[in-house]
């Protein structure tokens, strides 16, 4: 098992950047493919990106590729989500979750996560 817990989110202007961290417990933080999801009032929780084991497999909402970055440091157990060119529709909880085995997957769907944390609010002003 692992404990996940979020930081960095914030309110900025449209156009303004935050770096979202997700530190896990454990020593096995390697094991496990990483992802980050975010929901806003009202509505469906909704894919953002995800990260394999290792960082070399990652996958990213369209709505966010070129923006997001997604990024993981296994000797820190920290995964990061760095989000740049904000705008208000990215206005919503963000959650780090990670899934054990199959860590070569990159998934956006959130039921295939097992371990979930308790979400940081990023809002973006216009």
């Known amino acids: 098992q692992v404990q996940l817990v979020e930081s960095g989110g914030g309110l900025v202007q449209a156009g303004g950047s935050l770096r979202l961290s997700c530190a896990a417990s454990g020593r096995t933080f390697s094991t496990y493919s990483m992802g980050w999801f975010r929901q806003a009032p009202g509505k469906e929780r909704e894919f953002v990106a995800a990260i394999s084991w290792n960082g070399g497999r990652t996958n990213y909402a369209d709505s966010v590729k070129g923006r997001f970055a997604i990024s993981r440091d296994n000797a820190e157990n920290t995964v990061y989500l760095q989000m740049n060119s904000l705008r208000t529709g990215d206005t919503a909880v963000y959650y780090c979750?990670?899934?054990?085995?199959?860590?070569?997957?990159?998934?956006?769907?959130?039921?295939?996560?097992?371990?979930w944390g308790q979400g940081t609010q990023v809002t973006v002003s216009s």
């Open positions: 979750a990670a899934r054990y085995g199959g860590s070569w997957l990159v998934s956006a769907t959130w039921y295939d996560y097992n371990y």
